[in-house]
């Protein structure tokens, strides 16, 4: 409920407030519902980019008014389908239609089989320790949510201490996944007396030195939602300020860092990761785009905003900083990289060329003018040598290796033993309880890109009710297949166009579903009829 005459981030800043005093209630309640014992440690989980719910007012904000809003889940729920992530655009810091949106805990789709953070959840249910997962907005400038923490944190532990006549900050740690890294990157760099007192600080999977996969969202959108038009998905990625930070290393911060990246005993970085496209010795800096001959580097006409870049250039330094000595001991990198029978898989994109173009490019019709040159080894999104902060101990780099996907990274028991190892200093933990079976159908790439073109057609299509149309498509799928086609599409949603959708220049049409035997072959023939 907002008050009178508050200006909108005013409003929004109070209503992202009540989610996380509401999540307070529950840890309190958690808190309260065990058995008196030894002490106790508290784990905040700071969720990755995508990885925090996303929740919308049904209405919009009123300048002046005093006003009630009831939210819906926006990210992620079956809403996407239906034009949810256009709805997820912002103007400036304000979000679309003056409908404000929040962060409201982690993301958990139970329909679509998509819960990154179950396991870990209930791994710290299994070892004792009181868990907090700190919600935040990843479309928004992530010093912001760094802020927030920081205000939040004496509250929460006020709060806590009445209701639990226990100090929930006598011993805690920060974990954050992905972006979420990033974020307890910039708390500790705050030098907060309260937030310091952390006993460890943890990043899992997390970009510090950025990823090849956002930078061609500025120009391709992304080929899992481009059934709402590749400009559209384009601009809507550019009105998102946080990501403006995840983009490769900038040359500054390479001339001070490539030495010791390089140096890297395990998975060193042969040289600087984004290079021009026509000129093999030049580099091609995502933050410093010189234009040349009438082209330049970003496109004008989809929102991507200079001003921005400028301002994400801050960020990402801050992040790749170096930390004082006291506060670098507690800091832990906890790094994935995919392996086959022992070795290393080249399957993450740890290379880039990069093409000028015109100040009119189009998404709709133009190529990506970045190409993906390298895989090397990483979790199949961050890339080995840029999940490590060459500033953190030697010894508090762990490197984990096996099936990993960077978005199910903190599901992994792996994961567990290692943050058991970190944070609880023992090489043993109580395991969590076993997983009901897999779906019997894991959906490929294939299956999902084939599944996307036929809803961009029948979107495409449709001239009278996109709503009805959207809904005739998806009921010829059954519940479990849609739900494998969205579980596959989130475990991949960071991943490059190159890793989804093939090399340029190899890339083939989409193929259709693959057909099965008796009355599925029928259906899946007629649904792969209507696609094409």
């Not at 710290?124 to 944190?153: E, K, M, P, S, Y």
């Amino acid at each position: 409920m907002s008050g009178l005459a508050m200006t909108y981030d005013q409003v929004r800043t109070q209503e992202q407030v009540a989610k996380l005093e509401a999540a307070t209630g529950e840890f309190i309640t958690r808190y309260n519902a065990k058995p008196p014992g030894p002490p106790r440690k508290t784990i905040f989980l700071f969720p990755g980019g995508l990885g925090s719910r996303l929740v919308r007012a049904g209405t919009p904000h009123q300048d002046g008014a005093t006003q009630s809003f009831y939210y819906s889940t926006i990210w992620l729920d079956c809403s996407i389908l239906f034009g949810a992530a256009l709805d997820l655009q912002m103007q400036n810091d304000i979000d679309s239609a003056r409908r404000i949106i929040v962060a409201d805990g982690y993301v958990q789709f139970d329909l679509m089989d998509i819960r990154p953070y179950e396991q870990f959840i209930e791994w710290c249910d299994l070892n004792g320790l009181d868990w907090f997962v700190f919600g935040w907005d990843w479309r928004r400038r992530v010093d912001q949510a760094a802020d927030l923490f920081i205000t939040f944190l004496p509250i929460f532990r006020q709060r806590v201490q009445q209701a639990c006549n226990a100090d929930p900050l006598a011993d805690f740690a920060l974990v954050g996944h992905s972006f979420g890294g990033m974020l307890v990157k910039l708390i500790l760099n705050r030098q907060d007396p309260l937030a310091n007192t952390c006993t460890h600080a943890v990043s899992v999977g997390t970009p510090f030195y950025g990823h090849g996969g956002h930078v061609h969202r500025y120009f391709a959108g992304d080929p899992d939602l481009n059934f709402e038009g590749k400009a559209n998905i384009t601009r809507a990625v550019s009105s998102m300020r946080g990501g403006y930070a995840l983009l490769f290393l900038d040359q500054a911060t390479f001339n001070r860092d490539g030495p010791a990246l390089a140096a890297d005993p395990d998975f060193p970085l042969a040289g600087y990761p984004s290079m021009d496209a026509n000129n093999a010795t030049q580099p091609a800096d995502p933050y410093n785009p010189t234009p040349k001959g009438g082209k330049v580097r970003y496109p004008g006409n989809v929102g991507f905003s200079m001003a921005e870049l400028a301002i994400g250039l801050q960020t990402y330094q801050q992040v790749a900083a170096p930390l004082p000595p006291a506060i670098n001991a507690k800091f832990f990198n906890i790094r994935g990289v995919q392996t086959r029978s022992g070795v290393p898989v080249n399957g993450t994109v740890s290379s880039q060329t990069w093409t000028r173009i015109p100040n009119g490019f189009d998404p709709d019709v133009d190529q990506d003018p970045i190409t993906d040159v390298s895989k090397g080894p990483g979790d199949g999104v961050i890339p080995a040598w840029s999940a490590r902060l060459v500033s953190a101990l030697p010894q508090n780099v762990r490197t984990l290796t096996g099936d990993i996907e960077h978005m199910t990274m903190m599901n992994a028991e792996d994961t567990h033993r290692e943050l058991a190892r970190i944070i609880l200093g023992a090489a043993a933990m109580k395991r969590r309880r076993r997983r009901a079976p897999k779906r019997a159908k894991i959906a490929t790439r294939a299956d999902v890109n084939a599944f996307v073109e036929g809803l961009r057609v029948v979107k495409a299509r449709s001239k009278v009710d996109s709503t009805r149309d959207t809904l005739r498509y998806l009921s010829q799928f059954e519940p479990e297949e849609l739900g494998s086609l969205m579980s596959t599409a989130f475990v991949d949603a960071l991943k490059s166009p190159s890793q989804k959708l093939g090399e340029p220049g190899k890339r083939r049409s989409p193929p259709t579903p693959k057909r099965d035997g008796g009355a599925r072959k029928g259906k899946k023939a007629r649904r792969s009829k209507r696609a094409r």
